[in-house]
């Protein structure tokens, strides 16, 4: 099956700085990547996502970038704020024999962001 | 709009017993999910159904069975309860195959 690892597990910036958060993927079949911010005692929630047939996608702070050829994919959250922090979770997802895929996610271990005032 | 409801919030078990987690979605929603989210270990599949009338395991489905009652509906029943099951419980659904989770508010659940 699919194995998603991510890197780094924590992660610790000042306001304002650049995050990165880096994950690889096991199965060249996958052809989904959402990413999760998970706030203390919530629930996870998307908050940007990309498909395999395309190589970056941006949504104002963060934007998140694939490489497929290297089967890895990237957010980068700018201009950081203290309520950027929180968990943040990747995922990957495979299509089933079909081609269709059944949503069927496979997440990351997460990374702890902590931004500094 | 509730989304995403899942019940209980908490629950504590004594090592033996059992127990049915509930979730519901009122978004008209296909697939329905169970996770599991432990420390360090990210969010891990326990059973998924892919539409209503059909279930399949994921990674971690020993100790568990599910049940998709109808499409709204999708429980999770632990027969007899160990205290490796001591975990976070998230229930999720999609409109379609391929697009982002909906979640439950999660249930914590201690095994004692």
């Known amino acids: 099956g699919e194995n998603v690892e991510q890197h780094p597990s924590t992660l610790s910036v000042q306001e304002g700085d650049s995050a990165v958060i880096k994950c690889t993927y096991s199965d060249s079949a996958s052809n989904y990547f959402p990413w999760y911010k998970q706030e203390l005692g919530k629930r996870p929630q998307l908050i940007i996502d990309?498909?395999?047939?395309?190589g970056e996608k941006k949504d104002q702070r963060i934007a998140v970038t694939l490489n497929k050829t290297a089967k890895h994919f990237s957010l980068h959250i700018t201009e950081t704020q203290p309520e950027d922090s929180a968990v943040y979770f990747c995922?990957?997802?495979?299509?089933?024999?079909?081609?269709?895929?059944?949503?069927?996610?496979?997440f990351g271990q997460g990374t702890i962001l902590t931004v500094h005032p | 709009n509730a989304g995403v409801t899942q019940t209980p919030k908490f629950q504590v078990l004594k090592t033996g017993q059992s127990m049915t987690l509930q979730c519901a979605q009122d978004m008209n929603h296909n697939s329905m999910y169970w996770y599991r989210q432990d420390p360090g270990m990210g969010l891990r599949l326990i059973y998924y159904?892919?539409?209503?009338?059909?279930?399949d395991k994921g990674e971690v489905p020993n100790g568990y069975n599910v049940s998709r009652l109808n499409k709204r509906e999708f429980s999770l029943r632990l027969e007899s309860a160990a205290p490796s099951q001591t975990s976070v419980y998230f229930c999720?659904?999609?409109?379609?195959?391929?697009?982002?989770?909906?979640f439950g508010s999660g249930t914590r659940l201690t095994v004692v």
């Open positions: 159904s892919a539409s209503e009338g059909t279930t």
């Open positions: 999720a659904s999609s409109e379609l195959p391929g697009t982002g989770y909906t």
């Open positions: 990309i498909r395999s047939n395309v």
């Open positions: 995922a990957a997802s495979i299509p089933n024999a079909g081609g269709t895929s059944y949503g069927k996610l496979t």
